[in-house]
């Protein structure tokens, strides 16, 4: 039996702090081995305790949690998950620490319903976080050094579809900027609260100039070149075929896969509009959201691309979508804008 994950929690609250200690009381997998009320505390128990992941809030007194991060990612590598309230500015700081090489963000909420904790879904992160790496993540250097704008799409693809979770933010990034700015109309699906998802598609729209990146919208007709993410929150995102051309739809509806939106939703929505006049892109991620919309994508023709193990933050969806044989090549992470760029039409095995 292996030993129990010992967890650090660093949280300014008191009452944060003891609701994350009852959250983890019924995993016996997980230990509290310390808690910190701000980082300077911290970094005595990380010399002491040696915990395995580390639980930290953004805003605390002395130090914030994002100048405690770059210090630990430089000097003593440890898997770290943001906890974060759903603010504007906390969303900008947590989408810089994902980049800085933070394995997820936590929404920090008030529970609603009594007697329901509002950390109950860290452990399962804390869990996944205490199985990667961060000692060895780094960003991968692209193949080519031809500007995006000078590359062109080999197959007329109407729609490219992406979706990610855990480690997205930086595998989007990496995808989108290898495309030029006459690319597709291309959709992504990233799990991510609400506040999350303005603040990341503006900061992608600033970061890579030749594509327009925008949330999505209802009822907006889609051109080349668009990038539009689907809004956090209670409504999936998907598209339609119209006269006037290719149409988001932002649609009310139960959560697929726990999530909302669902990359699923997504995914099936394009097999159904547009078949083999697509690209589906899964990334890495938690789970299976977005595993067996891939699979129909190819079912109905499209050309399918999964992220391989090395380059995955958590190989969880692209694992299962290459199980389902729903991935018509597995690609590592630096080379999957090239391949999608040359990705033929009839389907082979990956």
């Known amino acids: 039996m292996l030993p129990p994950v010992k967890v650090l929690v660093v949280d300014d609250s008191r009452t944060a702090r003891a609701m994350i200690r ?4 019924n995993h016996p997998d997980l230990v509290i081995a310390g808690e910190a009320a701000n980082p300077l505390e911290a970094r005595d128990m990380i010399i002491r305790d040696q915990p395995d992941v580390i639980t930290l809030d953004i805003e605390m007194p002395n130090i914030n949690g994002l100048q405690f991060l770059e210090k630990i990612m430089r000097l003593r590598p440890i898997p770290v998950v943001m906890v974060s309230s759903l603010t504007e500015r906390n969303a900008e700081i947590a989408l810089t620490a994902l980049q800085m090489g933070a394995f997820d963000c936590f929404p920090k909420t008030i529970a609603t319903v009594p007697g329901t904790n509002a950390f109950a879904g860290l452990p399962g992160i804390v869990r996944q976080a205490a199985r990667s790496k961060p000692a060895v993540k780094t960003r991968a250097t692209a193949l080519t050094a ?21 480690g997205g933010v930086e595998a989007i990034e990496e995808v989108l900027s290898g495309f030029p700015p006459d690319s597709p109309p291309i959709v992504i699906c990233q799990h991510m609260p609400a506040f999350f998802t303005a603040s990341f598609a503006a900061r992608l729209d600033k970061k890579l100039a030749p594509l327009s990146i925008q949330e999505g919208r209802d009822r907006e007709i889609l051109l080349p070149g668009h990038v539009r ?13 119209t006269e006037g051309g290719i149409m988001t739809r932002l649609v009310q509806a139960p959560a697929v896969n726990g999530h909302v939106p669902s990359i699923d939703v997504l995914f099936d929505s394009v097999a159904d509009q547009l078949s083999n006049r697509s690209l589906g892109i899964i990334l890495t991620g938690m789970g299976q959201d977005g595993a067996e919309g891939l699979l129909a994508l190819r079912q109905g023709g ?4 999964a992220q391989d ?24 992470l630096n080379q999957i804008s090239t391949a999608a760029m040359s990705a033929r039409t009839r ?3 990956a």
Not at 320 to 326: I, N, Q, T
């Open 309 to 332: 193990k090395a380059s995955s933050v958590v190989y969880g969806m692209p694992r299962v979508a290459a199980e389902l044989g729903a991935a018509s090549q597995i690609v590592p």
């Open 347 to 349: 389907q082979t095995r």
């Open 22 to 25: 009852h959250a983890f009381q």
């Open 302 to 305: 499209a050309w399918t691309i």
């Open 229 to 241: 993410i689907a809004p956090g929150g209670t409504r999936h995102m998907t598209i339609i075929r």
């Open 146 to 166: 031809t500007a995006p704008e000078n590359r062109h799409w080999q197959q007329p693809y109407d729609l490219v579809a992406i979706g990610a979770s855990t």
